[in-house]
């Protein structure tokens, strides 16, 4: 098994739809996190998980809502998309995510690529 | 606020040494980061800094940072087709701890 898996790896959704984004990691990691990568645009930090609590939300309108039942697993749960959300939606995981006596090293999947029509 | 920026774009010649240049705005950066994306992946780590540190150099890679201007670059030297990738800097946060992005540097490496 590869550290950190999305699925799915591409989705097409319709504004009204409902649909998820899941995330596995097998490394044993404490915090896990999504990001939102555009184009021409920093990569952009959505949520952070860390113990399996929300302890980071940036502003993230609310058609997008973050699910973690455990320290390994990780969702992104979406309804009601604009085409402007059309993007890479990249998961990663790390190891005491606050703690300055590491490095920080961020783990990530393969993304799972939204399109919103 | 917290802020990195970078370059959209750097075209080199294979062979040839390739500089990606980073800026930051938080003074307090405890660590500084180059992650690599290849097309259809996702970023992995290539090489980090500690900010008490001015430069650190891995086989073709060398870091080097200027802590008074707030400047981060990376050089690869003898690019490769296979160095084509998007190369995201990024810094650790002081006050935050987090991990703030720039927007990536697409490197086309042209044979």
């Known amino acids: 098994e590869t550290g950190v898996t999305q699925t799915p790896r591409h989705l097409v959704m319709g504004m009204t739809n409902k649909k998820s984004l899941k995330c596995e990691q097998h490394?044993?990691?404490?915090?896990m996190y999504w990001y939102k990568q555009s184009a021409k645009k920093p990569l952009e930090l959505m949520f952070v998980?860390?113990?399996?609590?929300?302890?980071e939300n940036n502003s993230v309108p609310s058609r997008f809502s973050p699910e973690c039942p455990n320290s390994s697993h990780l969702f992104l749960h979406l309804h009601t998309l604009q085409p402007e959300d059309s993007a890479l939606y990249l998961c990663a995981s790390s190891q005491d995510g606050w703690n300055l006596a590491n490095t920080g090293e961020l783990f990530f999947g393969e993304g799972s690529r939204l399109t919103v029509l | 606020g917290e802020d990195v920026e970078q370059s959209l774009f750097l075209s080199v010649r294979e062979g040839d040494s390739s500089v990606i240049n980073c800026t930051y705005t938080d003074s307090s950066s405890t660590y500084l980061y180059w992650y690599k994306q290849e097309p259809g992946a996702g970023l992995q780590l290539l090489t980090y800094?500690?900010?008490?540190?001015d430069m650190k150099q891995d086989q073709r890679l060398t870091v080097l940072l200027n802590k008074k201007d707030k400047h981060l670059s990376l050089r690869i030297a003898d690019t490769q087709t296979g160095d084509s990738a998007i190369y995201f800097c990024a810094e650790r946060g002081g006050a935050t701890n987090k991990l703030i992005f720039g927007t990536g540097t697409l490197l086309a490496v042209q044979p």
């Open positions: 998980y860390s113990l399996e609590e929300r302890v």
């Open positions: 490394l044993g990691h404490n915090a």
């Open positions: 800094i500690f900010s008490n540190m």
